[in-house]
């Protein structure tokens, strides 16, 4: 079972770009980022089987960060949080948040980091596993700065799904899922919201060289191809 092992970690100070600095770039901001080549040292790689190891996957709505978890669950034995399916756990449990949480999703709205950041601890804790997806988080700086208060660790590496909009959009609306926020107005707003809030997240991972971009267009299996190697280095390190 994983256990906090550290203490807080220092405040980091965040900012929120206009979603006009980035249409300056015509759209085209994300091609800014580069695929990092992982090695063990960059992925932080421990001996250690206590230190959890935390693989963030972010990327926009309907770019198949669910899709490719599941499949790395499958094939690297990792434990897959949704944080995105935490927050829907919670609406259909009635708890304390639900109803806030609720009027979140409906209006593509970021929850406030601590009701996240606590469901994703609460689930680290009742694991069994030390190896952790954590799918669909940091959404923003405040969750990136949450997380390694309240859990007083970094991720090993991100994995960000890079996606046109269009083929976003198509995707959503095929999905089927029965998902309050898959319809057009909502569709519309989670992607303004991703446009504005996500890119300093990306931005500091990849001055980190903790980004790893994939190209998230193509079949499920061709997209698994790129995911798979970055996974391989873990358990070729083991
Ligand atoms: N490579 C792909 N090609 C076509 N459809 C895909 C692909 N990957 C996933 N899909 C489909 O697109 C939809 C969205 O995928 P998925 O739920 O994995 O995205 P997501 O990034 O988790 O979205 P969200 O942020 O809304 O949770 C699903 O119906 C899924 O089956
Ligand atoms: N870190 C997060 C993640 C999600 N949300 C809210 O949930 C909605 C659905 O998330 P998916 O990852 O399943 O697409 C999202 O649009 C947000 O409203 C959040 O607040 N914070
Ligand atoms: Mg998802």
Known sequence: MWRRVTSL????SSSKPSIRNQASYGGKIWELFTTEILTPAKAGISSDEKTPFITFVVGGPGSGKGTQCAKIVETFGFTHISAGEL?????SCNSEHGSMILDSIREGKIVPSEVTVKLIEKEMESSKNNKFLIDGFPRTEENRIAFERVIGAEPNFVLFFHCPEEEMVKRLLSRNEGR???NIDTIKKRLEVFTALHLPVIKYYSEKGKLYKINAVGTVDEIFEQVRPVFAVCEATK
């Open 9 to 12: 970690s220092p405040f980091i």
């Open 87 to 91: 927050l829907r756990r919670e609406i």
């Open 180 to 182: 309050v926020d898959d």
